[in-house]
T-cell receptor
Framework: RKEVEQDPGPFNVPEGATVAFNCTYS??????FFWYRQDCRKEPKLLMS???SGNEDGRFTAQLNRASQYISLLIRDSKLSDSATYLC????????????FGQGTILTVHP | NAGVMQNPRHLVRRRGQEARLRCSPM?????VYWYRQLPEEGLKFMVY????????ESGMPKERFSAEFPKEGPSILRIQQVVRGDSAAYFC???????????FGNGTRLTVT
């Protein structure tokens, strides 16, 4: 089983839609969780950290379920500029400090 | 405050040559990570270093690849006797402490001809 697994998509949604991405991780001792976005052939950029209580940043909401070892990202009112690859990232566990990336979920928002 | 600086941005090597990729972390960051991304694939962890020490090199191929982060100067990822399969984007990232968000450089795109 992969350390971090994501549905690769692609997700094709119209502007204004709500879309949700899921991510599961295998190591119950993992400590920190993040969502990154990566635009084509560019470096990944931090979108948001994920906290146990769940957190929101504008149109983006992240949730963590430690019991199910599951992370989610919800994007409301999608914009064309949201088109990118979204990467789930998990840190810690058996290897302290190491951050492991999922393979990414591709999102395309169309007019 | 400059971000993570990687150079060169593009590197072309012939099979059998050596490739040296450099990374200067953000100011105040002592934790450096190297990732490799093949075309159409995800980011694969290679190595995690903290000043002068290799903390985790579980993603590094056993042969031809090495990394260092000296007390002074940038972190270096060195690939000896490159092969076509080494062609990829190599990203460096840094953080100020373990398990905290990473800040990435622009990457070095290595092409082996």
């Amino acid at each position: 089983r992969k350390e971090v697994e994501q549905d690769p998509g692609p997700f094709n949604v119209p502007e204004g839609a709500t879309v949700a991405f899921n991510c599961t991780y295998s190591n119950s001792a993992s400590q920190s969780f993040f969502w990154y976005r990566q635009d084509c052939r560019k470096e990944p950029k931090l979108l948001m950290s994920v906290y146990s209580s769940g957190n929101e940043d504008g149109r983006f909401t992240a949730q963590l379920n430690r019991a199910s070892q599951y992370i989610s990202l919800l994007i409301r009112d999608s914009k064309l500029s949201d088109s990118a690859t979204y990467l789930c990232v998990v840190s810690g566990g058996t290897s302290y400090g190491k951050l492991t990336f999922g393979q990414g979920t591709i999102l395309t928002v169309h007019p | 405050n400059a971000g993570v600086m990687q150079n060169p941005r593009h590197l072309v090597r012939r099979r059998g040559q050596e490739a040296r990729l450099r990374c200067s972390p953000m100011k105040g960051h002592s934790h450096v990570y190297w990732y490799r991304q093949l075309p159409e694939e995800g980011l694969k962890f290679m190595v995690y270093l903290q000043k002068e020490n290799i903390i985790d090199e579980s993603g590094m191929p056993k042969e031809r690849f090495s990394a260092e982060f000296p007390k002074e100067g940038p972190s270096i990822l060195r690939i000896q006797q490159v092969v076509r399969g080494d062609s990829a984007a190599y990203f460096c990232a840094s953080s100020d402490r373990p398990n905290s968000p990473l800040h990435f450089g622009n990457g070095t795109r290595l092409t082996v001809t």
